[in-house]
Structures are given as structure tokens and as C-alpha cells.
């Protein structure tokens, strides 16, 4: 398989994916088509945009059987571009266990042309003790190595075999469970189960989940299962999922749930419609309440399709101007789960991989989580390595002029301290040589410093350990600190200056001060 990367910011890529029956754009909302009552038409899906669709090889094993073998799936659902089949992971996690084995369905996926294909696994959903989760890890393994060695010799095609992930919130058996299929030669990976935990809105579990899988393979294109929520997508595509499915737009609209940007509603509890979609200009709210039950199912599940695409295309978007963290960040606010689950960005190191070391636009710091931020992490470690002969140090508030050498403040220092090192600080990205001070994103940042309150250091532990850092490589006689808002509250918290250094305060006289 070929996976051609274009772009990326976080872990979120926009690249290609090469499949027998063409190529499709990633990242990709793939709609989940049934086999034999497909309600939605096909060709609506191709115009809005859908490049790829996902269908289950168990149900049209069970409605053709051989038909499907002689007609292959394309035809079976009338669609001529890139098809991923389910093996019926699913209907095991539902129903308990299915009659085919696992190379029999691995065959009847190959016989019907299907071109991204998931060996039959033993999901393990979430909430299972450890004991039960292993052992269907291990089974889910067994049946892909098993569909390995079989389409090992049979698969003319060149069709794409995805790896089930599995192991649920027990992230050491999701760990264990990627390495082993990516050591088989899997060339995509599946991250399974999460169904359970998105109806849930554990979404930090499932970032948790996410992360495992991603930092333990890198490189290769990723699919979620069952994620066709507007608030996960961002959320999954940051932390490195490609691909995903759902057929949360029919399922949704049965139950009369509306989507919008941050979230679902009751239809018949709306006031207004403000999705601008064709769907919804065409009429108010009661008299899409009013619609006969079956038309209204259609045109309620057409606008769920509308909305999804646009969360994917606004995502994309995104990725193009550098701007997925401000983007996720502004998402995490629709609900106190995805919060919780941004919050836990902090932790993920793999985000730095993917986001440029430049980007065309200046990046927003506007609260406490943005110091961590890749951009801010990264700039922070080069700071961190800068050492000095001179013996005097100044420490300047960050201006609004950057690079800070460029500023007025500093040719005004420079000229009455030309012996000694003048250091700009931010609270987001700590202490800033002026010689190095042209380093993205040190002059390619904003802050809104009069609205969020910088007093508590304990708000800011970036800031005080890059400070810390840069006083103990470096060895001054003499610290001079002119303190703004933000660091005067750090000195009084805490007790990092060993020496008494000189405190001026920030103000339109600090120059007759010092």
C-alpha cells in the first residue's frame, strides 16, 4: 500500500491512501453503506464529496453468498471507488459469536474485490476485566495471523489488510496488540471497540487509547471504528487517526438527533435551524418536525452527512494553516469530557512529531494549556541549551515587537548594558536569549495578556522550570528582573533566584529605574 503524507500538524496528516479501486484523500470520514437496505443513495454520497465507503462482509456473506463472490461487492452496493469491509467484529461484540472462521471470511472479503479489508476479530469492548480482555487480544492475534498466511498467497488485487487493535482502556494489551500485527506485516492499522466509550463520552479514555496505538506504530495510516460524532472527529484526527467510520448519520436521524458543529439535539426541540446545508434552508423546524416519518429520516440523516463533512473539511483546514491546536482547543469547549480528553495533550510527546518547525502564521497563547503546546515545548528545549560568558543578566518582559532585538526596549537595554545577556521572557515559552530570539515561534506568537490572569505560578510550572534551567547552566554575578504582572507573582510563589536579584517593576518609568 501506498500512504503518501502531504501535510500534518499534531498527529493529524493529510495524505493518500492507494487502494486497487483508486486513491482517496485522507483524513477521511468513511459512511457505513448495508449491504441490502441502504436507505441513502449512493450517488448523493459521491456528490457530497465521500470518496471511500465501508460495508460488512458478514451481512453480505449472509444475503448473497455466492452472488456476491460472482458480482463482487461493487457492484453488489453500486459503487465503484474504494470499499472497506467489516469481517462482523461488530455483530461478535452484539451478538456473541458468528459461524464462519476467520479464513473463511478472510476469503469471501478477497473473493468479493473489497479493497481495504479487516480480518475477523474478537472485540473487547469496554468494561471487560483484564483476564477476559487478554484473551480475546490473543484470539483477535490468532485470527490475524491466521488471514495473514492465507491471503499471503491470495491476494492478486494488492487489496490493503488492516491489523484489529484491540484491548480497550487496558492500554498495555493495545500496546502488545499493535506492535504484534505491525510485526506481521499489517500495513493499517484499526483501533477497535470505541463504540461503547463514545456513547459514553469517555473520550479521554479513547485519547488515551489512540495515543498507545499511534506511538507504537508511527508511520502507517490508522482507522477508528464507529467514530461519527462532530466532537470526536477533531479530537481523533489530532492524536493521529486517518480514517474513520460510522453510521451515526442514519442512526442518529432514526432517533431524530440532529448534528450540528458541537454536538446533537432533538429535532422537535430546536427553535432554529442554523446549519445553512440544503436541507435545512429549505424549510423551518416545524415543518421538518411535520415530515412524513420516512422523508424525514432521509433528509435528517442527508444533513447529519452534511455536517460531517464539514467537521472533516474544517479540520483539514486547519491543518493547512498550522492552526489543529487552536482548533481542538475551541472544539474541547463544547463539552467537560472533550476537556478532559484535551487535557491530556500534555502527556502525548507524539504530537510534536508531526507539527512544522515553522509555520506561516503566528500561533495563539491563550491560556495556562498552550505552554504545551508542541511549538512551545520544542523552542523551550533550545532555550534551555543556551549558555553565556557574561556575568550580568537582565530579564525583560516579552514585547509586542518581535524579534525581542528588534524592539525599542532592547536597543534601549543594549546601549546602557552592552556587557551583559538581555533575556526577553513569556510565561508560555520561558526565557528568551535576545540572540536566538528570532527562533519560531518566540517572534511569531500572540497573547491577549490584559484578559487571563498570569499570577499563579503554579499555573505556569514550564515557565519556572525554564527559568530555573537557564539560571543554573548559566552563572551570574548580577540579576536584574523587571517584573510585569506575571512575574512578580512567580517570585512571590516560589524561591528559584538564589542570589538577591534587583526587582524592578514594569511600568512607563522602568527605564529611569534602572
Known amino acids: 500500500m501506498l500512504f503518501e503524507v502531504r501535510y500534518s500538524d499534531?498527529?493529524?496528516?493529510?495524505?493518500?491512501?492507494?487502494?486497487?479501486?483508486?486513491?482517496?484523500?485522507?483524513?477521511?470520514?468513511?459512511?457505513?453503506?448495508?449491504?441490502?437496505?441502504?436507505?441513502?443513495?449512493?450517488?448523493?454520497?459521491?456528490?457530497?464529496?465521500?470518496?471511500?465507503?465501508?460495508?460488512?462482509?458478514?451481512?453480505?456473506?449472509?444475503?448473497?453468498?455466492?452472488?456476491?463472490?460472482?458480482?463482487?461487492?461493487?457492484?453488489?452496493?453500486?459503487?465503484?471507488?474504494?470499499?472497506m469491509t467489516d469481517s462482523g467484529g461488530y455483530?461478535?461484540?452484539?451478538?456473541?459469536?458468528?459461524?464462519?472462521?476467520?479464513?473463511?471470511?478472510?476469503?469471501?472479503?478477497?473473493?468479493?474485490?473489497?479493497?481495504?479489508?479487516?480480518?475477523?476479530?474478537?472485540?473487547?469492548?469496554?468494561?471487560?476485566?483484564?483476564?477476559?480482555?487478554?484473551?480475546?487480544v490473543n484470539e483477535t492475534m490468532k485470527n490475524s495471523q491466521e488471514t495473514l498466511n492465507l491471503i499471503k498467497s491470495n491476494n492478486n488485487r494488492?487489496?490493503?489488510?488492516?491489523?484489529?487493535?484491540q484491548g480497550a482502556e487496558h492500554l498495555d494489551l493495545v500496546k502488545r496488540s499493535a506492535g504484534l500485527l505491525d510485526e506481521m506485516g499489517y500495513e493499517m492499522m484499526a483501533l477497535g471497540s470505541?463504540?461503547?466509550?463514545?456513547?459514553?463520552?469517555e473520550f479521554a479514555?479513547?485519547?488515551?487509547?489512540?495515543?498507545?496505538?499511534?506511538?507504537?506504530?508511527m508511520s502507517k495510516p490508522i482507522h477508528l471504528f464507529g467514530a461519527g460524532h462532530p466532537l470526536t472527529i477533531p479530537l481523533a484526527i489530532a492524536l493521529g487517526c486517518d480514517t474513520f467510520d460510522s453510521a451515526s448519520y442514519m442512526l442518529y436521524a432514526r432517533d431524530s438527533r440532529y448534528m450540528h458543529p458541537n454536538g446533537t439535539s432533538r429535532l422537535d426541540k430546536l427553535t432554529y435551524l442554523s446549519c445553512q446545508c440544503p436541507i435545512c434552508i429549505s424549510m423551518t423546524v416545524k415543518e421538518f418536525v411535520g415530515l412524513e416519518h420516512n422523508e424525514k429520516?432521509?433528509?435528517?440523516?442527508?444533513?447529519?452527512?452534511?455536517?460531517?463533512?464539514?467537521?472533516?473539511?474544517?479540520?483539514?483546514?486547519a491543518i493547512m494553516e498550522g492552526r489543529l491546536w487552536e482548533y481542538v482547543g475551541q472544539k474541547a469547549r463544547a463539552h467537560p469530557k472533550l476537556m478532559e480528553a484535551f487535557k491530556l495533550f500534555v502527556n502525548y510527546k507524539h504530537l510534536e512529531d508531526g507539527t512544522p518547525m515553522f509555520k506561516k502564521k503566528a500561533i495563539f497563547?491563550?491560556?495556562?494549556?498552550?505552554?504545551?503546546?508542541?511549538?512551545?515545548?520544542?523552542?523551550?528545549?533550545?532555550?534551555?541549551?543556551?549558555?553565556?560568558?557574561?556575568?550580568?543578566?537582565?530579564?525583560?518582559?516579552?514585547?509586542?515587537?518581535?524579534?525581542?532585538?528588534?524592539?525599542?526596549?532592547?536597543?534601549?537595554?543594549?546601549s546602557k548594558f552592552s556587557d551583559s545577556q538581555i533575556c526577553a521572557y513569556n510565561p508560555f515559552i520561558g526565557i528568551i536569549p535576545s540572540e536566538i530570539s528570532d527562533i519560531y515561534p518566540a517572534a511569531h506568537n500572540l497573547i491577549s495578556r490584559k484578559k487571563f490572569?498570569?499570577?499563579?505560578?503554579?499555573?505556569?510550572?514550564?515557565?519556572?522550570?525554564?527559568l530555573e534551567n537557564f539560571l543554573s547552566r548559566n552563572f551570574f554575578d548580577d540579576v536584574i528582573v523587571v517584573a510585569d504582572d506575571f512575574m512578580q507573582g512567580i517570585i512571590q510563589d516560589i524561591h528559584i533566584l538564589s542570589k538577591n536579584p534587583k526587582i524592578i517593576e514594569y511600568n512607563d518609568n522602568v527605564f529611569e529605574q534602572l
Open 10 to 83: 499534531l498527529a493529524g496528516r493529510i495524505g493518500k491512501i492507494k487502494t486497487p479501486s483508486g486513491t482517496f484523500e485522507t483524513p477521511a470520514f468513511i459512511p457505513v453503506i448495508h449491504p441490502v437496505s441502504q436507505s441513502i443513495d449512493i450517488e448523493f454520497l459521491k456528490k457530497l464529496g465521500f470518496e471511500a465507503v465501508i460495508t460488512n462482509a458478514y451481512i453480505t456473506l449472509k444475503q448473497y453468498g455466492d452472488v456476491a463472490r460472482e458480482r463482487g461487492i461493487h457492484k453488489i452496493i453500486n459503487f465503484d471507488g474504494p470499499i
Open 365 to 414: 497563547f491563550m491560556e495556562s494549556i498552550d505552554q504545551y503546546r508542541p511549538e512551545a515545548c520544542r523552542v523551550r528545549k533550545i532555550f534551555s541549551s543556551f549558555s553565556t560568558d557574561k556575568k550580568k543578566i537582565i530579564l525583560f518582559p516579552d514585547t509586542q515587537v518581535s524579534p525581542f532585538y528588534c524592539s525599542h526596549e532592547y536597543q534601549k537595554l543594549s
Open 297 to 317: 429520516i432521509d433528509k435528517l440523516a442527508k444533513h447529519n452527512l452534511y455536517v460531517l463533512r464539514s467537521e472533516v473539511l474544517s479540520v483539514k483546514q
Open 453 to 466: 490572569d498570569f499570577n499563579n505560578a503554579k499555573d505556569y510550572p514550564t515557565f519556572v522550570s525554564s
Open 91 to 136: 455483530q461478535v461484540l452484539e451478538y456473541g459469536s458468528i459461524e464462519p472462521e476467520p479464513s473463511y471470511i478472510a476469503q469471501f472479503e478477497n473473493d468479493i474485490q473489497s479493497d481495504i479489508c479487516v480480518p475477523l476479530d474478537k472485540p473487547t469492548g469496554y468494561g471487560l476485566s483484564y483476564e477476559v480482555a487478554e484473551r480475546y
Open 194 to 201: 470505541p463504540v461503547q466509550l463514545l456513547e459514553s463520552y
Open 158 to 165: 494488492n487489496s490493503v489488510w488492516v491489523g484489529p487493535v
Open 205 to 217: 479514555i479513547l485519547a488515551d487509547m489512540i495515543a498507545t496505538l499511534k506511538t507504537t506504530v
